[in-house]
C-alpha cells in the first residue's frame, strides 16, 4: 500500500507527516489472534518476546503497554531510586521524564553537541558525580552515535563490574535503530538494558508500547516480576504493564519486516540528504553507513515559521522538532544554558519520511527541499 496525494472533495490532501507501516498480514494476524479469543497476556506473548529477544540477540525481551511503562520498570531495574543521579541528554523523550519523577529520581540533563542529535560523550562523564548511578543514552531519529568511548571510561573506572559497591548503569533507547548493526553488534548490546518503542513514530509498532531487552538473569528478574499483578506470589506494589496476545501477533509481522522496512527508510534518507547538499538547509546525519533516519529533521536559518509555511504550501505536512518541547522546557530551566538543542528546536523541522511514502511524495519533497528559499 503507497501514499498517494490524493483529491478529497475538491481539495488537494496534504502529504501527512506520518502513517504507521501497516499491512494486511498484520490485520489477519490480529483478527487470528481474536478470532481464538487471545486477548489477554498469555502465549502469545512470550512467543513475541522470544522472538525478539532471538532476533537481537538479548537473553531476555520483556513486551509492555507503553514506553514510559519500558522505562519504569527499567529504572526500576537498575535500582534507581529517590535523589539517585540519572545523566539524560537533552534530546531524550519527554516519557523518560516522567518515569523518572515516578521514582523520584534526580534528572541532570545535558546539552547536545553544536549541530547534533547527541550529546558528547565527554559532556556525559563529565556530568557524572558520586550519586550517579544510570546513563541514559538515545539514538535520537536513528541517527548514529559511538558511544564505546563512554563504556571503556566507565570500566576503566570500575563502575561496570558486578559485585562493586558503586556501579553504573546504562540504559539505551534503540526505537529508531532497532535491528540496525553498529560495527557488526545489535544496536543496544553494549547496554545494560535496551528499550524499544513500539508507537506510531517508531521503526516498530503495535499502536502503542515498547520492549525492554538485557542479558541480566538479575535485571530481567525484577522487569519481569513488576510488569503483571498478581499471581501466585507474596505482595508487592506491581503494575499492570503487559501487553495483549494480538498485540503480539501484530509485532511479530512487523518483527518480520523491519529488515525492508530500515532499508526504505535509509534510501530516502539518502535522497533527502542529496537534496539538502543542494539546498539551504542543513541535516545533522553525519554517518551513512550507520544512520537509519527514523525520522528526518532539518535545520534552517531563516525563522521556524518561515519554514512551516513554505513546506505547508507545498502540502506538505511537519512537525517542530520536540514537539511536546525540549526537556529544558518541560523541567523549567534556562534555555541559555542548553544552547544546542535550543537552536535545533528553534530552527528545526521534522519532514515525512516513512516507508509508506511512495515515489511521487518523496520526489515532491525532495524538490521542496531543493527549491527552499
Known amino acids: 500500500m503507497s501514499m498517494e496525494t490524493a483529491v478529497h472533495s475538491g481539495k488537494r490532501q496534504p502529504i501527512q507527516y506520518l502513517r504507521p507501516t501497516l499491512s494486511r498480514n498484520e490485520l489477519k494476524s490480529v483478527l487470528e489472534s481474536l478470532v481464538q479469543e487471545e486477548v489477554s497476556f498469555g502465549q502469545g506473548v512470550l512467543n513475541f518476546e522470544k522472538a525478539f529477544a532471538r532476533t537481537f540477540d538479548f537473553q531476555h525481551a520483556a513486551a509492555v503497554d507503553s514506553y514510559t511503562s519500558a522505562c519504569h520498570l527499567a529504572l526500576l531495574a537498575t535500582e534507581l531510586a529517590k535523589d539517585d543521579e540519572i545523566i539524560v541528554p537533552v534530546s531524550s523523550p519527554l516519557s523518560l521524564i516522567d518515569a523518572i519523577n515516578y521514582i523520584g529520581a534526580k534528572i541532570i540533563l545535558v546539552d547536545l553537541a553544536k549541530e547534533s542529535f547527541h550529546s558528547e560523550v565527554e559532556s556525559l562523564l563529565a556530568a557524572m558525580t558520586d550519586k550517579t548511578k544510570v546513563i541514559f543514552l538515545p539514538y535520537t531519529f536513528g541517527a548514529y552515535k559511538d558511544f564505546r568511548a563512554l563504556y571503556e571510561k566507565l570500566e576503566a573506572a570500575g563502575l561496570r563490574k558486578a559485585g562493586k559497591e558503586r556501579r553504573v548503569r546504562t540504559i539505551e533507547d534503540i526505537s529508531h535503530v532497532v535491528g540496525h548493526e553498529f560495527h557488526g553488534r545489535q544496536a543496544g548490546s553494549d547496554a545494560d538494558i535496551a528499550i524499544a518503542g513500539l508507537n ?82 542543513k541535516s545533522y546525519f553525519t554517518a551513512p553507513d550507520f544512520d537509519v533516519c527514523g525520522g528526518f529533521p532539518v535545520v534552517g536559518e531563516a525563522d521556524i515559521e518561515h519554514m512551516q509555511r513554505y513546506f505547508s504550501s507545498l502540502q506538505i505536512e511537519t512537525r517542530r522538532i520536540f514537539p511536546n518541547g525540549p526537556l529544558h522546557h518541560a523541567m523549567g530551566l534556562n534555555p541559555l544554558e542548553f544552547p544546542n538543542a535550543e537552536r535545533l528546536f528553534q530552527r528545526g523541522l521534522l519532514l515525512p519520511l516513512y516507508p509508506m511514502l511512495n515515489k511521487a511524495a518523496v520526489e515532491k519533497i525532495t524538490a521542496a527541499i531543493r527549491g527552499f528559499y
Open 200 to 281: 506510531e513514530d517508531h521503526l516498530m509498532t503495535i499502536g502503542k508500547g515498547a520492549v525492554v531487552m538485557t542479558d541480566s538473569h538479575n535485571l530481567f528478574a525484577v522487569i519481569k516480576d513488576l510488569r503483571v499483578q498478581g499471581g501466585n506470589r507474596p505482595y508487592r506494589v506491581r503494575f499492570d504493564y503487559a501487553i495483549t496476545d494480538y498485540q503480539a501477533a501484530m509485532g511479530l509481522e512487523q518483527l518480520g519486516n523491519l529488515a525492508a522496512m530500515i532499508e526504505r527508510r535509509r534510501r530516502m534518507g539518502v535522497l533527502y540528504n542529496e537534496a539538502i547538499a543542494q539546498s539551504r538547509l
